[in-house]
């Protein structure tokens, strides 16, 4: 490789900024451009120096994460290369990091050869995923698909709501019992309960209990209430 890969980095612990420039200052073709300790510093590295390959932390000590500033980063400099380099494994870090535009991801107890050779095939546009990522994204990737479907069932079912069962079931979903709503719209009980009875059967559910629970995992009367 021939090319100087010009890069930089951003970790709210500056001991792992030195420490990187310190192991890759020992690699040819590889030139240092400038570091970042949180996300505003970040930004301005990029503004400065636009590099090929940004090492991004994912989680800071601070309101923003490194996660929630890719796109910000892409769109100073689209040729920036991100590559996520952190000590947190969990799968939703992991698969927001690529939805938002990261280009990789390692891990900060990986070796610097390995390190090096990730920067490398970013840089190259030869990057293989490790088999770990390559399968958190795809059971990620099904889980929003099936978490798609069921939205989608459930707003069918509620758009076809009378204007008395969706009054109700909004209700139940913000926490009222059958009889707080029965005395704040001046009906009995028992008419609360029927269309209650109304509503789970047409959900097929078990109980209304079951539906305010995939309601709510899933924000969907949000969408109604706009």
Same mark, same amino acid.
């Given at each position: 490789?021939?090319?100087?890969?010009?890069?930089?980095?951003?970790?709210?612990?500056?001991?792992?900024?030195?420490?990187?420039?310190?192991?890759?200052?020992?690699?040819?073709?590889?030139?240092?451009?400038?570091?970042?300790?949180?996300?505003?510093?970040?930004?301005?590295?990029? /503004?400065? $120096?636009?590099?090929?390959?940004?090492?991004?932390?994912?989680?800071?000590?601070?309101?923003?994460?490194?996660?929630?500033?890719?796109?910000?980063?892409?769109?100073?400099?689209?040729?920036?290369?991100?590559?996520?380099? $952190?000590?947190?494994?969990?799968?939703?870090?992991?698969?927001?990091?690529?939805?938002?535009?990261?280009?990789?991801?390692?891990?900060? $107890?990986?070796?610097?050869?390995?390190?090096?050779? $990730?920067?490398?095939?970013?840089?190259?546009?030869?990057?293989?995923?490790?088999?770990?990522?390559?399968?958190?994204?795809?059971? /990620?990737?099904?889980?929003?698909?099936?978490?798609?479907?069921?939205?989608?069932?459930?707003?069918?079912?509620?758009? /076809?709501?009378?204007?008395?069962?969706?009054?109700?079931?909004?209700?139940?979903?913000?926490?009222?019992?059958?009889?707080?709503?029965?005395?704040?719209?001046?009906?009995?009980?028992?008419?609360?309960?029927?269309?209650?009875?109304?509503?789970? /059967?047409?959900?097929?559910?078990?109980?209304?209990?079951?539906?305010?629970?995939?309601?709510?995992?899933?924000?969907?009367?949000?969408?109604?209430?706009?």
């Amino acid at each position: 490789m021939n090319n100087i890969i010009r890069w930089a980095i951003c970790d709210d612990a500056d001991y792992i900024c030195r420490n990187f420039q310190l192991d890759l200052s020992t690699y040819d073709n590889f030139k240092f451009e400038g570091k970042a300790n949180n996300t505003s510093e970040c930004l301005n590295v990029i /503004k400065n $120096t636009k590099p090929d390959i940004l090492l991004l932390d994912i989680q800071m000590q601070e309101e923003k994460t490194g996660i929630d500033i890719i796109p910000e980063i892409k769109s100073i400099s689209p040729k920036t290369k991100v590559i996520m380099v $952190t000590s947190f494994e969990d799968s939703e870090y992991i698969f927001n990091a690529f939805a938002n535009g990261a280009d990789n991801y390692v891990s900060k $107890t990986e070796n610097i050869d390995f390190i090096v050779k $990730t920067i490398i095939n970013v840089y190259n546009n030869t990057s293989v995923l490790r088999p770990e990522i390559a399968q958190i994204l795809a059971n /990620k990737s099904k889980q929003v698909a099936n978490m798609q479907k069921s939205m989608l069932y459930l707003i069918e079912i509620i758009s /076809k709501l009378s204007t008395s069962e969706y009054m109700i079931f909004k209700a139940v979903c913000l926490g009222k019992t059958y009889k707080q709503i029965a005395s704040e719209n001046f009906i009995d009980v028992s008419t609360v309960r029927t269309h209650g009875s109304r509503i789970i /059967k047409k959900f097929n559910a078990k109980s209304m209990d079951e539906i305010v629970k995939a309601i709510n995992e899933l924000n969907v009367m949000d969408l109604f209430d706009k």
